[in-house]
């Protein structure tokens, strides 16, 4: 099975790249959002899905191991393939997914091609309680990049540390003996509501006011 791939962008098509990895060019489908941000000639890093079927073996690309695990866990709701996960994950980045299920705001999965308003609501019914626990395994490991990594133009420090302040408030409010799904609900309405500059301090603070509604 392959894992991972470096190389350079050799060629970028609708919905996969080709990446020449010594000489050799892998066909890597990949999400709209991940094809957006990568230039040809440009050396990148992708943490692969492979998919051995009887007719096809497919690579599926993304820029980080916990965007992996977030395609994964898409396929777990019925309905959903590889096809749906990847737009999904073309429209919404993982921070902004795990958001939307937290705050139960199935409208904005609803734009991701391929996606009704009946597998919208499935899918953030069906993830809520997952979505926690992606989204701080997300902050616990580097994306794996190259200079054209695809995660590289759209991951800022400001949303780093924002994300940083986020996971460390639902860990502080888990030990309090709130559940996953409880904290990452009420920090995901503190950071709505206080916005990017908020820290862990206030994001706590404001999530336990949440909770004790």
């Known amino acids: 099975m392959i894992g991972k791939l470096r190389g350079k962008v050799d060629a970028i098509g ?3 790249c080709i990446i020449d990895v010594g000489g050799v060019g892998y066909e890597v489908q990949a999400s709209a959002r ?3 941000n990568m230039k040809l000639g440009e050396e990148i890093s992708l943490t692969i899905d492979t998919h051995v079927r009887e007719d096809a073996i497919r ?3 993304f820029s980080s191991e916990v965007e992996r695990s977030w395609f994964r866990t ?3 709701v019925q309905g959903v393939g590889a096809k749906v996960a ?3 994950l073309g429209v919404l980045s993982t921070a902004d997914l795990a958001n939307a299920i937290a705050l139960g705001n199935w409208a904005i999965v609803e734009q991701a091609p391929g996606v009704g308003k009946k597998l919208a609501q499935r899918i ?3 993830l809520k309680d997952k979505a926690p626990a992606l989204s701080l395994a997300g902050l616990g490991g580097k994306p794996a990049a190259g200079k054209g990594d695809a995660a590289a133009s ?3 420090p400001a949303e780093a540390s924002q994300g940083l302040a986020a996971a460390e408030a639902i860990s502080a409010l888990t030990n309090l003996g709130y559940n996953p799904s409880q904290a990452s609900q009420a ?5 709505k509501e206080l916005g990017a500059e908020a820290d862990t301090a206030k994001l706590i603070r404001r999530g336990l006011k949440e909770l004790a509604r």
């Open 59 to 61: 690579l599926y690309g």
């Open 34 to 36: 991940a094809l957006r």
């Open 187 to 191: 920090v995901a309405v503190a950071m």
């Open 154 to 156: 759209s991951s800022s």
């Open 124 to 126: 953030v019914i069906e």
């Open 86 to 88: 990847l737009a999904v």
């Open 74 to 76: 898409l396929q777990n």
């Open 14 to 16: 609708e919905s996969h």
